[in-house]
């Protein structure tokens, strides 16, 4: 039997990756999203005459609340039109932040790959140098062995040499 806390991780695991099997639906929205927002605001800023309040068409519903309809007092379409303005201010620097945000990401897996690669590349060289210091210690080993041999020769035929 499972208890409270196992269910609810389970279904957060499951929720996570049901997200993750959708993430690039989800991404592919939030850029068309940002950019749908980065051209209104721009031809907003380019429509506008300088001084001019404009009341929008359509005021967008939030969580299925319309808001009530109101005498358009200029305080009010002032203040809404600066939210929307701060709203299409925040969309694009999050897109940029998204952009860089990519990028850096990027960057870290090649940096991660790059050095997974330099790591092997090290533990291949230490090992060939452990097997050259090795090989080189056995080589001392033998030349010291044959000098030996030599000198016990060279010790042996003199005195066959002075026995004579």
């Known amino acids: 039997m499972t208890t409270w806390r196992q269910d609810y991780f389970m279904s957060l695991r ?15 929205y ?10 209104h605001a721009q031809a907003n800023e380019n429509m506008k005459p300088a001084g001019v309040i404009e009341e929008p068409a359509t005021v967008p519903s ?7 309809a109101s ?16 709203l299409s201010v925040a969309q694009r620097s999050r897109g940029t932040l998204q952009s860089r945000l990519h990028d850096v990401s990027d960057n870290l897996q090649r940096s991660n790959l790059q050095a997974a690669i330099d790591k092997k590349r090290l533990d291949e060289l230490a090992s060939e140098k ?3 210091a090795r090989r080189l210690r056995d080589r001392d080993e033998e030349l010291r062995g044959k000098a030996k041999l030599l000198e016990v ?5 003199g005195l066959r040499r002075a026995k004579k």
Not at 30 to 39: C, G, H, K, P, S
């Open 130 to 132: 452990v097997a050259l």
């Open 30 to 39: 939030t850029r068309l999203a940002d950019r749908a927002a980065f051209a």
């Open 153 to 157: 020769g060279v010790a042996i035929s």
């Open 71 to 86: 005498v358009g007092t200029a305080s009010n379409m002032e203040t809404f039109a600066q939210i929307q303005k701060d």
């Open 62 to 68: 939030i969580k299925g609340i319309t808001p009530k």
């Open 14 to 28: 499951a929720r996570d990756k049901g997200e993750q099997a959708q993430k690039t639906l989800y991404d592919a």
